[in-house]
Structures are given as C-alpha cells and as structure tokens.
C-alpha cells in the first residue's frame, strides 16, 4: 500500500474515532430520552406571590407561607408542626428560611410562628388554602406542598432547592 494511501486510511479512522462519541450520544438521546425532572412538590409557573407585595413580608429569605385561618385543627395543625420540622431540618441553612402564617382573621390560632400578616378571604391563592407555599427571596412563588405530604420528602427538595440557589437568599 503506498503511503498516501496509508495516510488516508489513518485520516478517516481518526476522523471515524473522533465522531463515535457524539453518534453514540445521538443514538442514546433518541433511543433512550432523558425523563424530566421530579418533584415532590407541585412545581408553580413563576409569579410574584401576592402576600409577598406587604411591606411585612421578610425579604431576602426563602418563605414557607401558609393560610392561618380560626378552623385551624388537626390537619391545619400538622402542617404547621411540618412547616416548623422542615425548617429547623435544614441545618446550616436554616437561617436562610422562615415561616409566614397568612393571617385570615384575628381569631387565628396562636401557633409559634415567626412572621403573620393579614390575608384576605378574597385573595385567591393559586394553588389553593389545603398546603403550604414556598416562596423564593425575591417574592416569586416556587412550589406547592398539599396537606398529609411526607415531611421528610419534602425536607430533601427544599435542602436541595437552598443548595442549588446558594447565592439567593
């Protein structure tokens, strides 16, 4: 074989070898798609969260926000139990997070709550009352958790969320 010959052969394999790894990634891609991510949580489209326009509101942390309302028994009080164990689960992070009670009238339980503000029986929340909110420090809503959600599923996402916007909050 003549030389020039040889070095055609030895330019395609090369050209052949650098080429394998983007097909077999193509191939992997169309034959084996990646599956979206998932969340515990009901992940919200992102929107100013309402009550977060009050001049009360605590700005620059991450906000567990939930309706307090005067029928608050059972259920209403497990999830504010949750609420309390979830943020205190974070650790380190902890203090990058708090809890918001939306106040609906003056009868409202007391409960051990860092911030309350008054919300109004009008405003609709945009995944409902039956759960609680996570709210980033700029004011914009995040996810959803309903009532009766495992605190300790909910505690990984929210560890995982603080991590991943290290420089927000």
Excluded at 38 to 63: D, E, I, M, N
Excluded at 87 to 105: F, I, M
Aim: hydrophobic share 45%.
């Amino acid at each position: 074989m003549k030389s020039i010959n040889r070095g055609r052969v030895a330019l395609l394999a090369m050209g052949l070898l650098c080429l394998a790894p983007v097909l077999a990634a193509l191939l992997a891609y169309w034959l084996l798609p990646p599956q979206g991510g998932r969340s515990y949580g009901q992940l919200l489209p992102t929107h100013p969260f309402a009550a977060a326009a009050q001049p009360q509101w605590p700005r620059g942390k991450w906000v567990l926000a939930a309706v307090l309302g005067t029928e608050c028994h059972g259920r209403c009080q497990q999830r504010w139990h949750a609420m309390r164990q979830i943020e205190r689960a974070q650790g380190e992070a902890a203090g990058r997070l708090t809890r918001v009670a939306l106040q609906v009238s003056e009868q409202a339980p007391r409960l051990d709550v860092p911030h309350r503000l008054p919300h109004s029986t009008e405003s609709v929340l945009p995944a409902g009352n039956l759960g609680f909110y996570l709210v980033d420090p700029l004011g914009n809503q995040v996810m959803f958790y309903r009532d009766g959600a495992d605190p300790r599923l909910i505690i990984d996402e929210v560890a995982k969320v603080l991590k991943v916007n290290n420089g927000l909050g």
